[in-house]
């Protein structure tokens, strides 16, 4: 089981778009796309034989959670979290990863998220708004995994969900190094000048937190 709050993929722009102003120049970010693709809970006390070795998926050794490619389309105007309900067996997990990557074109689940979204083809992230008034749409290739210790464990009681919160700081994306002015996002492309600084702004504004969600 999976739900996601908040807005529709491809439903348009946010009615509240982000607005950044630094240094004179005035940033709005009126839609932030990405691409989640795998969510794994690691059981307290999972070894290596968890991954590959004889207990390979064995559910009473093993606790791996795969979701997607899914889109998720960020909220805005002040709002930057979202919220994934996954149901797992009961137990304690100490540790969580996720992925923000693009689609591949050599598997089936992604195969057929690109014939649903043709304009995520080798695309991860977009974003769309304006830069001192002049629209852009920002896109790019980052692949970025997430690993992080839960402490203390997570303990999932039987019959409940995980539910596992991003937490996205899309106001640092465009931030300069130092942080004392924007860059145009048109300077992050793919090739330009500021695609790897944006790029490592974005992989340190990825987090997330876990919790029990109670009893269903």
Not at 139 to 145: F, K
């Amino acid at each position: 089981m999976l739900s996601v709050a908040g807005r529709t993929p491809g439903a348009g722009p946010a009615a509240a778009p982000e607005t950044i102003t630094l240094g004179g120049d005035v940033l709005v970010l009126e839609q932030v796309e990405l691409v989640l693709r795998e969510i794994e809970l690691e059981r307290v006390g999972e070894d290596d034989s968890c991954r590959g070795g004889e207990n390979e998926g064995d559910d009473d050794a093993c606790e791996e959670v795969e979701l997607g490619p899914l889109l998720i389309d960020l909220p805005l105007g002040g709002g930057t979290m979202r919220r994934l309900q996954v149901a797992v067996e009961a137990g304690a997990y100490e540790e969580v990863e996720f992925e923000v990557h693009k689609p591949d074109d050599d598997e089936a689940k992604d195969l057929a998220f690109l014939a649903a979204h043709p304009d995520f083809d080798h695309v991860s992230i977009r974003v769309r708004g304006t830069f001192n008034g002049v629209p852009f749409v920002f896109v790019t290739d980052l692949n970025a995994e997430q690993e992080m210790d839960l402490s203390p464990p997570l303990m999932v009681a039987a019959g409940a969900s995980a539910e596992l919160t991003l937490i996205v700081d899309v106001r640092t994306w465009f931030l300069a190094a130092g942080g004392s002015r924007l860059v145009n996002p048109l300077t992050a492309l793919k090739g330009q000048p500021n695609e790897r600084l944006v790029k490592e702004n974005i992989k340190r504004s990825i987090d997330a937190e876990c919790e029990d969600d109670g009893d269903d």
